[in-house]
């Protein structure tokens, strides 16, 4: 099956900068890369999203890039704010199997 | 996109005991998905629900521990059965985001928080 690995666990940045999270997967089937952003006491909320015929979709100060060759994706938050500070996790899917990476605890630092 | 009432929001429950975690859909869905989420890690499917047959469970979880019910298209219970301190966890449940079709992402509930002591 699908195997996701999400990096880094935990990220710290200034309120300003960037953060970045980077994932890969092991199934080159993997056709569609959501990011979930999950608030303490929150259900994951869908962020962005990308799908394989892709390279880059933006939304704002949030992006998301796709390396099918090297099966890996990332997220850039630009301009982060400290309503930024949550959980990140990224997944991807091939139909309804979603596999979800370990997530990331991003805190912006006022 | 479908929005998902979820609740209990939270629980504290007696190991031994069982708890009946509920969700409601504002429209119809053809799947519904149950997750488990342990302290600080990542999303773990338990099992998949269709209307009108039986659900699909993951490798790991079984129908007498974990029997999901799905009676029509908004509705699915997950009870969590006979709880151990193990069970500890957040359930949430989730439908794909457009409804009937999948391939676009996930909503889930707000999550249903279990403490089992």
């Known amino acids: 099956g699908e195997n996701v690995e999400q990096h880094p666990s935990t990220l710290s940045v200034q309120e300003g900068d960037s953060a970045v999270i980077k994932c890969t997967y092991s199934?080159?089937?993997?056709?569609?890369f959501p990011w979930y952003k999950q608030e303490l006491g929150k259900g994951p909320q869908l962020i962005i999203d990308i799908r394989s015929n892709v390279g880059e979709k933006k939304d704002q100060r949030i992006a998301v890039t796709l390396n099918k060759t090297a099966k890996h994706f990332s997220l850039h938050i630009t301009e982060t704010q400290p309503e930024d500070s949550a959980v990140y996790f990224c997944?991807?899917?091939?139909?309804?199997?979603?596999?979800f990476g370990t997530g990331t605890s991003l805190t912006v630092i006022p | 996109s479908a929005v998902i009432s979820q609740k209990p929001s939270r629980d504290i429950c007696q190991r031994g005991t069982s708890l009946t975690i509920q969700c409601q859909v504002d429209s119809q869905v053809t799947m519904m998905f149950w997750y488990r989420q342990q302290p600080g890690q990542s999303l773990t499917l338990i099992a998949t629900?269709?209307?009108?047959?039986?659900?699909?469970?993951e490798s790991g979880f079984v129908i007498d521990k974990f029997p999901i019910s799905r009676p029509n298209l908004t509705f699915s219970t997950l009870t969590v059965s006979n709880m151990s301190p193990e069970d500890s966890s957040i359930y949430l449940c989730?439908?794909?985001?457009?409804?009937?079709?999948?391939?676009?992402?996930?909503?889930f509930g707000s999550g249903t928080r279990l403490t089992v002591v």
């Open positions: 997944a991807a899917s091939m139909g309804n199997q979603f596999y």
């Open positions: 989730s439908t794909p985001r457009t409804g009937l079709t999948s391939g676009s992402g996930y909503t």
């Open positions: 629900a269709n209307q009108g047959s039986e659900a699909t469970y």
């Open positions: 199934d080159s089937a993997s056709n569609y």
